[in-house]
């Protein structure tokens, strides 16, 4: 009895924030851990969050230690790509996970960063095709997923990564920013992801500076059409002055094509006016693979970079960040 009670007000707790129907706004599979009302912190999901852009995908909602009694405090927000694997290895793509919520309390317990909320949005069958920047498609005369050069595997669609950001931009975002007591600004809203979800993150920032103004891109798959979202973006990229970004890869796996392309995007950087260790940041993790597991050993970094501006001055992480600075 005292089971189904947790359980109803769960369900009622979560539907509270949400227009949505009380179908489409659950506990996102409350029997596993990992993804549940954990203490501390709180995980809403949304099943098929609706878009008149692109197709209804899954949305969950992070809320960190101490938010359902801190109001009025309002909190920055991450919005996060890949979103099945950030937390539950049950539902993630390859029982792997970024374990967001252990690297958000365990940085919030140390006091490394505020507290802040995340927001991982799903993937679909056609990942491909809302993560490939599509202006920078175009400018390589790609529009089929099918057809751009440099992929591991076979991806399908028409490349929709403008519908993709609309998506988030303009439904997602003020979704999140009515119904959560967020720090909706420029300098509180950030984005990351890794591999394609790297490349997307780049091009929200570069497509909307107004929204995003820190972007954390983890093992960016520059291959896709020869490096072609570089040349894109190198003429576009946000103001140095009210922007931030953070970059790195590993040197194995799918990451060992990475470096040429990553020294041509800090060439870029450069040339617009970004400072290395200031306002822009390239990590370079030799041994590091191209899995969540990788990722999941060094996020602490980029959560740091993201909510606070800096990376940590003390010692403790240099044995994870070994070459860590990039030439």
Known sequence: MRILLKALCLILLCAATSPLSAQSATIANPSA????VNAPGRLVSYRQFPSKFVEPREVDVWLPPGYDAAAPHRYPVIYMHDGQNLFDPDL?????TWQMDTAMLRLIAAHRVPPAIVVGVW?????TADYMPQKAAAMAGV?????????????????DSDAYLAFLVHELKPFIDAHYRTQP??????????SMGGLISLYAIVEYPQV?????????HWPASDGVVIDYVKSRLPDPATHRLYFDFGTTTLDAQYQPFQTRMDAALRARGY????NWITLKFPGAEHSETSWSARVDLPLQFLLTGHLPADDAYDASIPEHLVP
């Not at 993630?92 to 792997?96: I, L, M, N, R």
């Not at 997923?145 to 991806?155: L, R, Y």
């Open 275 to 278: 400072v290395e260790g200031r």
């Open 92 to 96: 993630s793509s390859w029982h792997k």
């Open 143 to 159: 529009t089929d997923a099918a057809k751009i050069s440099g992929m591991p595997g076979p991806s399908t669609g028409i490349i």
């Open 212 to 220: 995003f103004g820190q972007a954390a891109c983890l093992s960016t």
């Open 123 to 127: 993937n679909t069958p056609h990942r």
């Open 185 to 194: 600004g420029l300098h509180t809203t950030s984005v990351m992801g890794s």
């Open 33 to 36: 851990p990992g993804a549940w």
